[in-house]
């Protein structure tokens, strides 16, 4: 078929989706404006509530002891083949059995996975990485360099760098939905999932078209597409946004401790220290709108019932999905999102039970 004949037959189509990525911007640039207004009210109460702190977060100059505890693993960089960036990463175990790897959310680092480094080192070979922006990583200014499939390349050449054909995969949050993209992308890197708290995009968006309440929850997403000021926001009155976030005795993280949330604040504070983790937010309508993909992984899906940030409902339209007998999926009443740091000994035996058949 000649090629204007093929190119007169698609204009239709490439025009519609053009029209709608159009449409689907400007909704999301009202939001981000309202959501603005809403962030800014809070940040501006949280500086007059405690006008000591100043409008500015304060650098931390040294890291809270417990990001060098020796029992969670050892600190090292690997030089990754595709960029040429380097990642911090805390290892243990190693030699003890297979990668298994750990992928952490926002606002958090390779420490949200303490109790987990702790647990299963004796049996496999523990990595929490900081991924791309984050921490002692490095971390590109450019919005472009926070895009998915080079965050899914960070990923590859991790567990390749670290001398492995496939690994266990377990993430929370920002980290769990890379693991769904690269679980279809790369397959036969990963032998087993554990998600805790997050969903594929491509269900996300489908779910949150239906049930308007999602979006709601989700507000952030919209505030984090606007440039420098999500990051002077979370910054006022030293990071209070955050520390509500993580500290709330609801939607926080239960008997979190000064120093566990200097651990997370510390690198948060650093210069450029948010831009970085806000750029992955910024990227996430980049490919809107999204196909439905089929998911094959074997997984192991938990679920906070109380989960502020994400509705219960997604668990069923993620089972949809799936194949048939891939999927193992637990919604543990009255937890919260934080999973892994909140409920860690309860994640800790649904992990072993689903990871026991690899260790006979």
């Keep these: 078929m000649p090629e204007l004949v093929v190119t007169a037959l698609l204009a239709p189509s490439r025009l519609t989706l053009k029209l709608l990525r159009a449409f689907m911007w400007s909704l ?18 949280h500086v007059l509530c405690r006008p000591r702190r100043g409008c500015c977060g304060r650098p931390r100059r040294t890291p809270p002891a417990c990001l060098s505890d020796p029992a969670l693993g050892e600190h090292c960089f690997l030089t990754l083949k595709s960029s040429g960036l380097r990642l911090h ?38 990595v929490a990485v900081d991924l791309r922006g984050y921490g002692s990583s490095d971390a590109p200014r450019d919005v472009d360099c926070y895009t998915i499939d080079l965050l899914m390349a960070d990923i590859q ?3 390749l760098g670290l001398g492995y054909s496939k690994c266990i995969l377990v993430a929370h949050d920002w980290g769990a939905l890379l693991a769904w993209n690269f679980s279809i992308y790369y397959p036969s890197l990963v032998e087993r999932m554990v998600v805790v708290s997050a969903a594929p995009m491509s269900v996300y968006q489908d779910y949150s078209i239906r049930h308007i309440g999602q979006f ?8 984090f597409q606007l440039p420098w000021l999500p990051e002077k926001l979370l910054s006022l009155s030293d990071f209070q946004i955050l520390k509500t976030t993580l500290t709330h005795h609801k939607r926080g993280i239960p008997h979190l401790r000064p120093n566990e949330l200097e651990a997370f604040l510390y690198d948060f504070s650093q210069p450029s220290g948010l831009t970085g983790p806000l750029n992955y937010y910024r990227n996430i309508f980049r490919d809107f709108p999204l196909e439905p993909q089929e998911l094959a992984t074997p997984t192991l899906l938990l679920w906070g019932e109380k989960d502020t940030y994400f509705e219960q409902g997604l668990v069923g339209a993620i089972s949809s999905r799936f194949v048939p007998g891939r999927l193992e999926a637990h919604i543990l009443p009255g937890v919260g999102h934080w999973i892994p740091q909140s409920h860690p000994e309860e994640m800790h035996q649904y992990m072993w039970a689903f990871l026991q058949d690899l260790l006979d």
């Design 89 to 126: 990463y805390v290892s243990a175990g190693c030699g003890n059995g297979p990668l298994m790897l750990f992928l952490h959310g926002f606002p958090e680092n390779w420490f949200s996975w303490r109790y987990q480094l702790r647990e299963f080192q004796s049996r496999f070979h523990v």
């Design 28 to 45: 999301v640039f009202s939001a981000a404006l309202v959501a603005a207004a809403v962030y800014s009210c809070i940040a501006l109460t």
């Design 157 to 159: 050449d991790v567990i």
């Design 216 to 223: 709601f929850r989700s507000n952030y997403v919209f505030l």
